[in-house]
């Protein structure tokens, strides 16, 4: 078993409370709750869930390192693919769980080098925690003609022309978990033993048992479905009226994700840099993830109206849209600043590092030109 950091008693006081406040779910709720709620409330309770309280999540004194704290290189590179896309819909931008605001900043600086800025940045936040420090790092870093573009909606607005983007936003979507026994699918939730959660299986129903069903998978097979991405999904393609939404995430197609195999499924859990698989562990300091079945979401934006415009390994996204020219602003001659940022693109681009695990997918709706970032080394054949 992994060792992992202790935390401080005010961290232990505030896993109490996000515990106490399950437990009270799983109270009325007759016992048990699927983990999928479970997952939910430790990831978004309001005021108490991992995203929502105020503990530090990004970047080396946190539990995980996302590619714009990596390298301003990735917002700088995605700004071209993001530049076709609005100039083309002569729209706006909607980023979806901005994290640190890292990113909308990387973005919008390169917009405006490359005179292609949009009229209004959106962010679309649901934690109270993270808008302020959005916030606060736009206001920072941004000269206030930029900062001013920046606005936090609360819900999707009903009509959204431009790109929509989502980096490493599916992944932290709610999941079911589904085992596979001799007499059928069996939902894994969560009870109560002795005051401590454990694990406790149910029957599948309804459009969790349709979905597992029509996965044909082995018995004695664990994985996760996550019935939340494709509703997203939905969602985002009836406000888009024109442009594309460019989601970026760990993951697989369906045939790989659901690989005989992979029997136990992906689910994992982040903690001060440590990874492991107790979700039920330390709820509410945790992040909790799981990969992204991207053939699930080709087919949502099928289903309403969008055109799955392409789907690549996040190196041949960056090196499709550039990033050897961002790259190359600096002069190898600059020593100091040259080989810091080559370091950091063989961090986003190396099979060993994020370009392989990492897709990007495009689905758009009333786009004729291709999109640049999936011009060579597309895979939507394998979706």
Same mark, same amino acid.
């Given at each position: ?18 515990? +106490? ?67 083309? !819909? ?98 894994? @939730? ?13 029957? +599948?129903?309804?459009? =969790?048992?349709?979905?597992?069903? +029509?996965?044909? =998978? ?10 939340? +991405? ?10 888009? %009226? ?20 992979? !029997?136990? @499924? ?21 992040? /909790? ?23 690549? !390994? ?8 550039? /990033? ?22 063989? %961090? ?10 990492? %897709? ?24």
């Amino acid at each position: 078993m992994i060792s992992l950091p202790l935390p401080s008693t005010e961290q232990l006081a505030h896993s109490a409370a996000v515990a +106490a406040a399950i437990r009270a779910e799983i109270a009325v709720s007759g016992g048990w709750v699927g983990f999928s709620r479970f997952m939910e409330m430790a990831l978004y309770a309001p005021g108490l869930g991992y995203y929502s309280a105020g503990m530090q999540k990004f970047g080396s004194g946190g539990d995980f390192v996302t590619a714009p704290e990596i390298s301003s290189l990735f917002g700088r590179t995605l700004a071209r693919q993001v530049a076709q896309v609005v100039r083309a !819909s002569d729209g706006d931008i909607m980023e979806l769980g901005a994290g640190t605001g890292r990113l909308a900043v990387q973005l919008l600086a390169e917009l405006q080098r490359i005179n292609a800025l949009p009229g209004r940045y959106f962010i679309l936040e649901v934690s109270a925690h993270l808008r302020a420090v959005q916030q606060e790092t736009v206001l920072r870093e941004l000269p206030e003609a930029l900062a001013s573009r920046v606005e936090w909606l609360d819900a999707l607005p009903a009509d959204f022309t431009g790109c929509m983007l989502g980096n490493e936003v599916l992944d932290a979507l709610p999941v079911h978990l589904v085992a596979h026994r001799e007499d059928g699918f069996y939902e894994r @939730g969560v009870g109560i033993e002795d005051a401590a959660f454990m694990w406790s299986e149910r029957p +599948a129903t309804g459009p =969790l048992a349709d979905a597992a069903r +029509a996965l044909a =998978l082995p018995h004695g097979y664990m994985t996760e479905i996550c019935l939340a +991405a494709p509703a997203l999904i939905a969602t985002l393609a009836e406000r888009l %009226k024109q442009g594309a939404l460019v989601l970026i995430d760990y993951g697989f197609p369906r045939r790989e994700y659901y690989h005989p195999q992979r !029997s136990g @499924g992906t689910l994992m859990c982040h903690y001060r840099h440590h990874a492991h698989d107790d979700p039920l562990l330390y709820p509410g300091l945790q992040d /909790i993830t799981a990969h992204v079945d991207f053939t699930s979401v080709a087919e949502a934006g099928v289903a309403h109206g969008m055109q799955v415009s392409g789907y690549v !390994s996040q190196a041949q996204f960056l090196i499709n849209s550039g /990033i050897t020219d961002v790259l190359a602003q600096v002069s190898p001659g600059d020593a100091a600043a040259y080989f810091p940022l080559a370091a950091e693109a063989q %961090k986003l681009i190396s099979p060993a590092e994020m370009g392989e695990l990492f %897709k990007v997918i495009a689905l758009s709706k009333g786009l004729s030109e291709p999109l640049l970032g999936f011009a060579r080394g597309d895979k939507r054949h394998t979706l």
